[in-house]
């Protein structure tokens, strides 16, 4: 009896941890977005890894800086936060809607909603407020706006990437580096 037990309590162990691996695996968008990318690569009817990688991550860094420049306006205590917050639902959000007729004439699967990573830096900025958001949201742009200068110059450049987003990341490159001289004034005025 006691074996029986053991065996049945091991096995729903084993089956939960099945189930919160697929839920997690659900619930990702970035991974479900990777994961139907490469099976169109593998098909023969999709783009190059290095042309869907630097997509997904775009639209994925794309949607986080729309979700946190609303987020910047609404909780955002300086002027300068607040208009930065807008510049970037405005911005973003015209790149993003760019990016997602592109990516669908190309065959490519964005995420639907916000990887696990990003959703993190959302959640956790969303529990501040005041001058402490201010400080993290601006410590945020600057770092994510480095990030998204190199991928978006190193897509620019990388004659593995499709034509057609290689120039979207070139045509993009001077809007975010306008980001980036911008937020940079905002971190110099904070310190």
Do not use: W
């Not at 006691?2 to 939960?16: N, R």
């Not at 099976?39 to 946190?68: C, H, I, P, W, Y």
């Not at 110059?153 to 490159?173: G, M, Q, R």
């Amino acid at each position: 009896m006691k074996k029986i037990s053991l065996l049945i309590l091991l096995a729903v162990s084993t089956l939960s941890f099945q189930a919160c691996d697929n839920k997690k695996k659900e619930s990702d968008s970035m991974e479900n977005a990777e994961e139907a990318n490469e099976n169109k690569e593998d098909a023969g009817r999709g783009q190059s890894e290095d042309t869907s990688e630097f997509a997904m991550k775009a639209a994925n860094g794309g949607m986080m800086e729309v979700e946190l420049g609303r987020m910047a306006q609404e909780k955002g205590m300086s002027k300068d936060v607040k208009e930065f917050g807008a510049m970037m639902v405005a911005d973003h959000s015209k790149a993003n809607e760019e990016l997602k007729t592109l990516a669908t004439a190309k065959n490519i699967t964005l995420p639907a909603t916000l990887g696990e990573d990003m959703q993190e830096d959302v959640n956790e900025l969303a529990k501040l407020s005041g001058k402490e958001f201010d400080k993290k949201y601006v410590s945020m742009m600057v770092d994510d706006h480095k990030e998204d200068i190199n991928a978006f110059k190193k897509a620019a450049e990388d004659n593995n990437v499709d034509p057609e987003i290689k120039a979207f990341a070139a045509k993009t490159l001077p809007t975010l580096q306008q980001h980036m001289d911008r937020i940079n004034a905002i971190d110099k005025m904070m310190n």
